[in-house]
RNA sequence: GGUUGUAUAGCUCAAUUGGAUAGAGCAUCUGACUACGAAUCAGAAGGUUUAAGGUUCGACUCCUUAUACGACCA
């Protein structure tokens, strides 16, 4: 009662973090305190800001700490004797504080349980998926996945799509409305590529006909296509012309580029073998987004963009802001903001790149009109965004400084950097179907699984599988580069998916005993006195979770979500095994654990949910 | 050549953004299942944070230089 009053009072101030209600309220009492206690023993003032407190580290009593080391100045004492008159006096004077100790110069607070129980009270009120408003961005488009159309997903799009997904539900997390959305690379040489090896070698295959998914169909023809070309240009070689000659005068190369020009001008069978192969790869697409457990609110096409792209590149020309050279060709001087010249228009008036980008951004302002629009791109592409951006400056474009480059390393095998040519590319489908398989195994191992049809198993698996390759991939600092190690990603031990997801199911499977058994359910803890070690951690760490989506949310980082899902579920795992629930004979005690527990499966579901991984109720 | 990123235990990753004795997992060694799920827990061992300087009460973190690897721009 008392925590819901408290609650209320400072509702007006603080109406961001209800979720967080607790533990922030019981920061704020402890700085408010400390400001007290430094008039009252040193005569002095400090600014509120200026109080930094910290989480205590594990290996000292305490749950939050005050580093006096700024203070020695403005106090002219030393750091331990400003710790220690500090600590007595909100012993002596604040309730919350049940004890002190000062090491060198860092005041550990040791908090009463009686105040945990308060902040727990503040949690279980909160219902759960309760937006962490941050004050950052409120609409939100986050660009993801962006394939192209002539081969299927790989291990990299598989980083790049977690990561998307992942983030653009944290964002929704602080209450953003967020908008998924994926721009389809749809047109370009490379699709002609896989065209016209279709139409050579081809002989009418369909998906059915083939066996094959679109997708992987499509880049089949794509293989080929290289394969052949690479025979060409082994053949000019031979015949005397010289390397840079041959790959251009190549006759599938110029087969290819006749091909492009023809979609340029709408040729009727060209459009047609496009439409008809696209579809195809699309259907691919989509099978393994669904497979995989990612969305989209709206898909861009390029061939749908790039002429809105020439458009702006027009609009530059007009305001002088870009410039033509003499054959023709347009471009953008950058070299004031730090960077090249650049091209945006070819010399024969097709585009680039960057001209369907221009466009692009643009569709994607006037459909959502956002405040932040997030582009996940590999970090090869670091310049390529710089100058998007500082095109778009240039261009007087409100909306350029909205634009914001998520970008991440490369997935690197231990054989080193994947390469499609030497065929050490990891197909995204492949690799599920390998997790998946390593699940099973296990399950059927050591699995607990009586009572679930085959339907389910499948369904198990898959949650199993994907959990370990998307925490494998995801619990890695985006913006680094990153190993991948296909042993190491099915494994279901120690700081993997499925560990946190193990914690859960046995949680779900003490649900089910405390339904079984009739343990009251209960919220009302007030008339518990003392809580266990492992107890009050828990509380703390459950109470952290408002602060980990604000981080999370603020630095576009779902790493923060995964490492603080694993610790949620270590420290459940520590009071699971210390502390008995069933066999506690005080009734109160063993409601209170029941209810922790059940607060704990719900923290680690949502965490996890902000991941893209479920969670399964045995396993 | 120019711009830029990274470098932490044998391996893969952390470190609350300048705070305490740099933490986890894997691998190695030891212990705990007829108490609620051992895909777990407890413990041991493992470090000159690439190198050399600098800034200060305090540096993995900031500055300078060098080295290695990567990316991009020519």
Redo the contacts with the bound molecule.
Sequence with gaps: MAAQNQRKATAPALPACRTFAGVQQLEQTLKTALQAAAQAVFNQDIPAASL?L???????A?SF?L?T??L??AFGKG?EQIGQALGEWLKAHVPAVRGYNV????L?LEIADAEWLQVFGALLATPAGTPVPTGGPQRVVVEYSSPNTNKPLHLGHLRNNFLGYSVAEILKATGATVTKANLVNDRGIHICKSMIAYQRYGAGATPESAGLKGDHLAGKYYVLFEKHYREEIKQLEAEGVANDIAKKQAPLMLEAQQMLQAWEAGDEEVMALWHRMNGWVYDGFNATYQNIGVDFDKFYYESGTYLLGKERVEEGLQKGVFFKKENGSVWVDLQAE??????LLRADGTSVYITQDLGTAELKYQDFGYDSSIYVIA??????MQVLQATLKKLGKPYAAAIHHLSY??V?LPSG?MKSREGTVVDADELVLEVEEA?KA??LE????EGLGDEELTQ?YHT?GLGALKYYLL???P?????F?PE?SV??????G??I???Y??I???RR?AVAQGVAETTDFSQLTELQATEQELIQQLAGYAGVVA?AA??L?P??VA?YA?DV??SY??F?????????IDPLKKAFRVALSAKTAETIKISLGLLGIDV????
């Design positions: 930094v910290q989480p205590t580290r594990k290996d000292f305490g700490t580093v080391f700024p020695t100045k750091p090491v060198k110069g860092f550990n730090g960077l090249d010249e650049k091209l970090d090869e592409q670091n310049y390529h390393g490369m690197d950097k699940a296990a399950t050591k699995g607990k699984t198990l199993l619990k890695v600092d913006k680094k580069r990153m190993l190690n190491e494994r279901l031990e120690g700081d993997t499925p560990f997801q193990y914690s199911a046995r779900s499977s003490i005993k981080e603020r630095t980082s790493a923060v490492q694993y579920a270590k795992n520590r699971y095994t210390e502390v008995p629930i069933f066999a506690e399964p109720e045995r396993m």
